[in-house]
């Protein structure tokens, strides 16, 4: 089943964001998944399709937004506190 995924390391924690065809999408950190949804295709760019708060290594928050578009491609992209990193 094909695939796409973006990954960061923010703070000690491994991010993923992963999509995939017919499963949907799910966010991923050390290899926990935190949140999903089995939305087939989203054409929303400015809202989050997923999101979830982890503490970081240093003990501070990780407020972590997954943006993913689907048209022709799917693009992807990791916020967190704010801050793109992926």
Avoid: C, Y
């Avoid at 390391?9 to 991010?15: E, N």
């Avoid at 928050?61 to 990193?85: D, K, Q, S, T, Y």
């Amino acid at each position: 089943m094909p695939e796409k995924r973006v990954q960061a390391i923010v703070d000690g924690r491994r991010i993923v964001a992963v999509n995939t065809w017919f499963s949907g999408e799910r966010l991923e950190v050390d290899g926990e998944v935190m949140t999903r949804t089995r939305h087939l295709f989203s054409v929303r760019e400015h809202e989050p399709l997923l999101s979830a708060v982890v503490p970081g290594v240093s003990g501070l928050p990780l407020h972590i937004e997954v943006f993913m578009a689907a048209i022709v491609r799917v693009r992807m992209m990791i916020v967190v506190n704010g801050r793109r990193v992926a």
